[in-house]
């Protein structure tokens, strides 16, 4: 798509490929840091990581492997909680380890068996070795989470402001707080194999982190989160497959070191701090 | 639906939380009419809050009947809830949250405005009219984290007459406001109880009632124990009689 910008084949494609993860993922990372389902997100992203684990072990489509299993957190969680009688947080912290569990044992069993390559992509993200069609599926993951957010904005910015406002006012809260979930495990399972599974959490919750340091308004952050991802992300893409170094962990770092400066940069903070 | 049926009528009605294994109320019967203004007392845990959830819908009714502006409220609570204003108790904004008072207002209008719709001029014009009648048009732009306890009461406050509510469901309105403020609010719904709607209030504070006749409604251990017309003076001391009354705040 983007090969008449950037002739080498294989830059193009790691570009593509980041450009589209990081904008699906931020504009979704505005309504996980917002509505404060961070760990809601963090465990769907292990799920979807276990998921493809065992998708690879018994040679099943990776990728419908992992928004299965996604999905199956993201639905299970309400139930476990209720018939265990436990916290929300406390059945998210089981599913997390369950989930981990999972995807370490057939990753450590793979590489017994001398498959390991193929399985560390899945924990740190391989940039480089996408098929067309993957760059394809995650152009048309990153449109339908725009699309998602577009058409229900009203609904979803009162379930960001407050849940409970927002079904007091006539809001059907639940079938889009499910859908929510779903198009978040849907974007999970597809960007997992280019970010990879430990590192996939840095793009869910960062960007609308650093966008909240100069926003205002929730319109301005779904327009700031993605900005900001995108910038990022491929210049981690293009500084990493220049230098020979890993791409996914090192845009993780760097955006971490644009947190830290963006909260240190941050005229609300300053204006807080004066008040105080 | 005539002017002369109740807009809240509720028969024989046990509501539930989820998960709960026994209701919360049980056996409540209540007939409501148009322009009333209900004072709803009783001690912590008692229930107050939570009839005024299953008014509007909120709250899984498991047995009975409930009929809210003309709308089965076991059949579809949203229906009722676009009529029916609902400000809820306790909450605290954080600072960042970011929403500007006239999002927040405008926030009112969604249920009515209904799914893939985008607000129209009549919905910023309720806006503008409702942050008129609380007399915080120029919080408008202002981020609402930002604002006072008491102003943040009067933008939610705000948020629900945008979206002219047939019945309004105050749950602790008083709770973050100054005397001035409490003044100017009972002000308010006395105008609002004359124009034909329907005010139902739990409360600790009542001495803060509007000068008319009110009906008090107190409620114990999930139940209606007292529902009578009575003048503002006298609610307290129903309230006192009927059981553990809440001490005067």
């Not at chain 2, 998960?19 to 056996?27: E, F, I, N, V, Y």
């Not at chain 2, 600072?95 to 500007?100: D, G, K, R, W």
């Given at each position: 798509m983007l090969e008449f910008i950037i002739p080498n084949n294989i830059v193009c494609h790691a570009v593509e490929a980041m450009l589209f993860a990081s904008v699906a993922c931020a504009v979704l990372s505005v309504i996980i840091t917002q509505v404060q389902i961070s760990s809601i997100g963090f465990t769907m992203a292990h799920a979807a990581f276990a998921g493809a684990a065992v998708g690879m072990f018994l040679s099943l489509n990776p990728t419908v492997c992992s928004i299965v299993a996604g999905v199956a957190v993201a639905f299970l969680i309400g139930p476990l909680s209720d018939r265990a009688r436990l916290s929300p947080d406390t059945s998210l912290g089981l599913l997390f380890g369950i989930c981990m569990a999972v995807a370490i044992f057939f990753i450590a069993y793979m590489q017994t068996l001398g498959q390991g390559f193929s399985a560390m992509g899945l924990l740190?993200?391989?940039?480089?070795?996408?098929y067309r069609e993957e760059i394809y599926l995650l152009a048309v993951i990153c449109i339908v989470a725009i699309a998602f957010i577009v058409v229900l904005y009203k609904e979803i910015t009162a379930i960001i402001f407050d849940k409970r406002i927002a079904e007091s006012v006539g809001i059907r809260v639940k079938p889009v707080y499910y859908a929510m979930l779903f198009v978040i495990a849907l974007t999970v399972a597809l960007c997992l194999p280019i970010i990879g599974g430990l590192l996939l959490y840095v793009w869910l919750v960062t960007p609308a982190a650093i966008a909240l340091q100069f926003c205002n308004r929730l319109s301005t952050m779904f327009v700031v989160a993605p900005t900001v991802a995108a910038v990022i992300s491929i210049s981690g893409a293009l500084v990493g497959l220049e230098y020979s170094l890993p791409v996914a962990p090192l845009t993780a770092v760097l955006f971490s070191a644009v947190f830290i400066a963006a909260v240190l940069l941050s005229p609300r903070r300053r204006v807080t701090f004066r008040k105080i | 639906m005539t002017a002369s049926d109740p807009v809240i009528r509720l028969e024989n009605v046990y509501t539930a939380y989820e998960?709960?294994?026994?209701?919360?109320?049980?056996?409540i019967s209540l007939s409501i009419g148009r322009g009333e203004f209900v004072v709803i007392g009783g001690p912590n845990g008692a229930g107050k809050t939570t009839l005024l959830e299953t008014i509007n819908g909120m709250l899984h009714i498991t047995h009975g009947k409930a009929v809210v502006c003309g709308q089965d409220v076991r059949g579809d609570g949203v229906q009722v809830r676009c009529r029916v204003g609902y400000l809820l108790q306790n909450f605290a904004f954080d600072?960042?949250?970011?929403?500007?008072v006239e999002e927040v207002v405008l926030m009112g209008r969604y249920g009515t405005i209904g799914l893939f719709r985008k607000p129209r001029t009549e919905d910023y014009e309720a806006v503008k009219k409702s942050l008129h009648l609380l007399g915080i048009?120029?919080?408008?732009?202002?981020?609402?984290?930002?604002?006072?306890g008491g102003q943040q009461q009067k933008v939610l406050m705000a948020q629900n007459l945008a979206r002219n509510p047939e019945v309004l469901l105050l749950d602790e309105?008083?709770?973050?406001?100054?005397m001035f403020a409490r003044e100017e609010i009972n002000r308010l719904l006395a105008r609002l109880v004359g124009s034909g709607i329907t005010v139902l209030i739990v409360s600790h504070?009542?001495?803060?009632?509007?000068?008319r006749p009110v009906r008090v409604v107190v409620m114990q251990e999930g139940k209606i124990v007292v529902s009578r017309e009575c003048p503002p003076k006298e609610v307290e001391q129903i309230v006192r009689n009927a059981g553990k009354g809440p001490s005067h705040a």
């Open positions: 740190f993200g391989d940039v480089i070795s996408l | 998960g709960a294994d026994r209701p919360t109320l049980t056996d600072p960042l949250t970011p929403f500007t048009e120029d919080l408008a732009a202002r981020p609402i984290g930002q604002l006072s309105p008083f709770s973050n406001l100054d504070a009542f001495d803060d009632l509007p000068d």
